[in-house]
């Protein structure tokens, strides 16, 4: 058998699954934002699929956002202003803080809900 053969097989197997992994990543935290705004807060649960969709849309491509910003500041010419890469970073953190008060923070404080 052809080591060079297993190699490219693995090779392209480990890309196949480092593009699509990132991909699947925001699965089950929509799922847990949208258990939590149908369950805590009582939104129908089309609205809670929307909702979930669009926190975790919204925090992919925040963080893309924020490493295009951060490659662009990198390789700017010295005359270009730079990108407003603190300012994703602070939506990241939105992000993060929004997730986590929909998921963790309504399961074990329903009373907040």
């Given at each position: 058998m052809d080591l060079?053969?297993?190699?490219?097989?693995?090779?392209?197997?480990?890309?196949l699954v480092a593009k699509i992994a990132p991909w699947c990543a925001p699965v089950p935290t929509a799922y847990l934002v949208g258990r939590a705004t149908v369950t805590?807060?009582?939104?129908?649960?089309?609205?809670?699929?929307?909702a979930a969709s669009v926190i975790e849309s919204l925090g992919l491509v925040t963080?893309?956002?924020?490493?295009?910003?951060?490659q662009f500041n990198q390789n700017r010419r010295?005359?270009?202003p730079?990108?407003?890469?603190?300012?994703?970073?602070?939506l990241i953190?939105?992000?993060?803080?929004v997730a986590v008060?929909?998921?963790?923070?309504?399961?074990?404080?329903p009373s907040w809900s």
């Open positions: 060079r053969n297993i190699d490219s097989f693995e090779n392209g197997a480990i890309d805590h807060l009582e939104w129908p649960v089309p609205i809670g699929i929307l963080c893309a956002t924020a490493l295009d910003l951060y010295k005359n270009d730079p990108a407003p890469f603190l300012l994703a970073v602070f953190v939105i992000y993060f803080l008060l929909l998921t963790v923070v309504l399961d074990t404080q």
